[in-house]
């Protein structure tokens, strides 16, 4: 009796201990935080031609997560031929070839946001810029004539636009309940770079009370960039709620930051796996505006 309850106990140990491996495991293949991190260490690694350590990097970031985005797979593949890490690069290549395999991605999904993003564009043609400053110009006077034809011309183009970029976001926010979120695994790079900007474009989610909780979920599953993520939040609070860029993704302000608030946003930054403010970035600045180049 005894020895069949010490058996019991042994086989219920075993599958706990096997239990806790797979949870560590599934944990670990999807650290996309650590993830977008590592990498950009790699690359900045690579930009000082540090390529050994960079290997190193990517290897570590590689391991973290079941998806590794092209541009990374492509950075590494790059440094292995160079170092003539054969199995590394097989596998990179290997990753490569399976990415440009069209039949990996919804194509219906993308053909879809394909066509969303050409409705997004041709409001934004020159056209409907000349209407948006006219506008507004009138709008913000509240004493100007409303009735005159520049406006009412002006108006009626504005028009269109909210209600073009109503619809595709609509249409965008269905096709994520349906199909998932848009990401480059789901629909390739180029179609999520195109969904990316109609959600960067649902300005009229001031708070981003309907859109936070979908890229909270999309930034911690890999389908969003820490940038892109950083670009919405800053967007909308900057843009459409008048106050401080909370990431500085949007570089409004970033040259009056003390040391303090530096500290502050590069934590709140990392928490997102964005590099640190200032770092891998060429900034200028004008009477006008600062401008940030990526160089790494």
Same mark, same amino acid.
């Given at each position: 009796?005894?020895?069949?309850?010490?058996?019991?106990?042994?086989?219920?140990?075993?599958?706990?201990?096997?239990?806790?491996?797979?949870?560590?495991?599934?944990?670990?293949? !999807?650290?996309?935080? !650590?993830?977008?991190?590592?990498?950009?260490?790699?690359?900045?690694?690579?930009?000082?031609?540090?390529?050994?350590?960079?290997?190193?990097?990517?290897?570590?970031?590689? =391991?973290?997560?079941? +998806?590794?985005?092209?541009?990374?797979?492509?950075?590494? !593949?790059?440094?292995?031929?160079?170092?003539? *890490?054969?199995?590394?690069?097989? $596998?990179?290549? *290997?990753? $490569?070839? &399976?990415?440009?395999?069209?039949?990996?991605?919804?194509?219906?999904?993308?053909?879809?946001?394909?066509?969303?993003?050409?409705?997004?564009?041709?409001?934004?043609?020159? @056209?409907?810029?000349?209407?948006?400053?006219?506008?507004? @110009?009138?709008?913000?006077?509240?004493?100007?004539?409303?009735?005159? *034809? =520049?406006?009412?011309?002006?108006?009626?183009?504005? %028009?269109?636009?909210?209600?073009?970029? &109503?619809?595709?976001? =609509?249409?965008?926010?269905?096709?994520? %309940?349906?199909?998932?979120?848009?990401?480059?695994? !789901?629909?390739?790079? =180029?179609? +999520?770079?195109?969904?990316?900007?109609?959600?960067?474009?649902?300005?009229? #989610?001031?708070?981003? &009370?309907?859109?936070?909780?979908?890229?909270?979920?999309?930034?911690?599953?890999?389908?969003?960039?820490?940038?892109?993520?950083?670009?919405?939040? #800053?967007?909308?609070?900057?843009?459409?709620?008048?106050? #401080?860029?909370?990431?500085?993704?949007?570089?409004?302000?970033?040259?009056?930051? %003390?040391?303090?608030?530096?500290?502050?946003?590069?934590?709140?930054?990392?928490?997102?796996?964005?590099?640190?403010? +200032?770092?891998?970035?060429? $900034?200028? @600045?004008?009477?006008?505006?600062?401008? $940030? @180049?990526?160089? +790494?």
């Amino acid at each position: 009796m005894c020895s069949l309850i010490i058996k019991k106990m042994i086989k219920s140990i075993l599958i706990l201990k096997v239990c806790l491996t797979i949870s560590l495991f599934s944990f670990g293949q !999807n650290d996309y935080i !650590n993830y977008h991190l590592k990498s950009f260490q790699a690359r900045k690694l690579a930009y000082e031609q540090k390529l050994d350590s960079a290997l190193v990097f990517y290897k570590q970031a590689f =391991e973290l997560v079941d +998806y590794i985005h092209i541009k990374n797979l492509k950075a590494a !593949n790059k440094i292995a031929k160079k170092l003539k *890490d054969k199995p590394f690069y097989k $596998i990179t290549s *290997d990753k $490569i070839k &399976s990415f440009n395999n069209q039949s990996n991605f919804n194509n219906n999904y993308r053909k879809i946001i394909d066509s969303i993003a050409v409705e997004d564009q041709i409001v934004r043609s020159n @056209k409907y810029y000349q209407a948006q400053q006219v506008y507004y @110009k009138y709008m913000k006077d509240s004493l100007s004539n409303k009735t005159i *034809d =520049e406006f009412v011309q002006s108006q009626k183009l504005m %028009t269109e636009w909210f209600h073009v970029d &109503s619809m595709n976001i =609509e249409k965008l926010l269905s096709l994520i %309940t349906k199909y998932g979120f848009p990401s480059e695994k !789901n629909i390739g790079k =180029e179609g +999520y770079r195109k969904a990316f900007i109609v959600l960067l474009h649902f300005d009229t #989610d001031q708070d981003n &009370s309907i859109l936070k909780p979908i890229i909270d979920k999309a930034l911690f599953n890999g389908d969003i960039a820490p940038d892109d993520y950083a670009w919405i939040i #800053d967007r909308r609070l900057t843009w459409c709620q008048g106050k #401080d860029p909370y990431y500085y993704h949007m570089p409004f302000g970033l040259d009056k930051l %003390t040391e303090v608030e530096i500290k502050n946003i590069n934590e709140r930054r990392k928490k997102i796996g964005l590099r640190k403010l +200032y770092e891998g970035v060429e $900034i200028t @600045k004008d009477d006008m505006s600062i401008a $940030i @180049k990526e160089l +790494y």
